[in-house]
């Protein structure tokens, strides 16, 4: 099983199973799509899609679970693609920050700005709380999960 396999099951369903339609998003061709989604099935030893002829007509029983599962595999590989990102950009990225309200807000917003300035590609989050608050939430960052 490929994961190229898995995201081709997955857009035809999107495209509601014209496999053509699916070979023009994805800018390749309907028989290799066809014949990888064969492989799979054979692989897996249950059809994922029913036929009539050449044409799909559903989705089976096993064909949802195993879109399902899919789905999520795809959505983990691109999360694996963010965090490689983020570490292969450092111009890019997250970065959280936990401040009281007053910092937030008389200290913070020219240096925000100008950090935005010279990074625009990094998602700032701003917590605030109090010093309390704060420093449960760094007790929560900083712990083992």
Known sequence: ?????????????????????TADSLYTSQPG???QVLMLESELGVPIFARNGKHLTEITDAGKQILALAGEILGKAQDIRNIAQDHKDNK??????????????????????????????????????????????????????
Request: glycine share 6%.
């Open 1 to 21: 099983m490929k994961l190229q396999q898995l995201r081709y099951i997955w857009e035809i369903a999107q495209h509601d199973l014209n496999v053509s339609a």
């Open 33 to 35: 799509i066809s014949k």
């Open 92 to 145: 890019a990225g997250t970065l959280a920050i936990a401040t009281t309200h007053t910092q937030a807000r008389y200290a913070l917003p020219p240096v925000v700005r100008e950090f935005m300035a010279l990074y625009p590609g990094v998602k700032l989050h701003i917590n605030q709380g109090t010093p309390s608050q704060i420093a449960e939430l760094g007790v929560c960052l900083t712990s083992p999960v």
